[in-house]
């Protein structure tokens, strides 16, 4: 890319975490948007419904991620409608990194770069995480990720003391809640409120949304 160009891009944040747990997935992004150092939106939802099943926590630039969510699902209807079955977890996720792959290669003057958190519940209840890199490749996770998020180390940091095997989506919910307030105190691109979701056989619940307001002296 052009040197040019690189100093007319404008730099994002986010904070993304997916937990893996015993009874199921917790998924947990924040809500700031921001361009450059700029806050250009401050109830943002990240983590979007591809279907009545699955979510992604998007990072990266916010049309590109809007776009891509809206393709996938697109496409993901059209192959549930052709099989006359809804697609799977690792399906869905595939068919995500696929694009992910295709479209960061796609010459551009500013290529679309996302990363993604994807999870979701398959027809036999089971729940499943996968991390998506802004490159393309797609991997399942078996205990936490926070992809390419701009509060990654803060969020690593919480899981690596807090998480255990046996958790369940309860606590997991908790931890994801500790992560973000973790990473909005260190990372400036992350911030403004939380939203935390469980999936499980019980289906999706949003069980945490919580706005984090500035407090003045």
């Given at each position: ?10 730099k ?15 998924l947990?992004?924040?809500r ?7 806050v250009?939106?401050?109830?943002f939802?990240?983590?979007i ?21 809206r ?11 052709k ?6 977890v ?5 068919l ?17 770069i ?5 999870a979701?519940?398959d ?17 399942e996770?078996?205990?936490y ?6 509060g990654?180390?803060y969020?690593?940091?919480?899981l ?31 911030g403004?409120?939380?939203d935390?979701y469980?999936?499980?056989?019980d ?13 003045y002296?």
């Open positions: 890319m052009d040197d040019e160009i690189k100093k007319s891009i404008l994002t944040g986010t904070s993304i975490v997916g937990i893996k747990c015993s009874d199921g997935v917790v947990a992004s924040d700031k948007v921001t361009a450059g150092n700029i250009v939106g401050k109830n939802n990240k983590i419904a591809i279907n009545d099943r699955v979510l992604a926590a998007i990072t990266g630039g916010v049309s590109d991620a809007q776009f891509l969510m393709l996938v699902a697109a496409e993901l209807r059209l192959k549930e409608l099989a006359r079955q809804a697609p799977s690792e399906e869905s996720a595939s995500l990194a696929y694009i992910t792959f295709r479209n960061i290669r796609t010459p551009s003057m500013i290529p679309s996302v990363g993604t958190l994807v979701g519940v027809e036999d209840g089971s729940a499943k995480l996968y991390t998506i890199e802004p490159a393309g490749a797609v991997s996770v078996e205990d990720d926070a992809n390419f998020s701009s990654m180390p969020i690593l940091g919480v690596e003391r807090g998480y255990k095997k046996d958790i369940n989506i309860k606590q997991g919910a908790q931890l994801a809640l500790e992560c973000l307030k973790a990473s909005i105190q260190r990372d400036t691109g992350s403004c409120g939380v935390v469980t999936l499980s056989k289906g999706i619940k949003k069980v945490i949304s919580q706005e984090i307001k500035a407090t002296e």
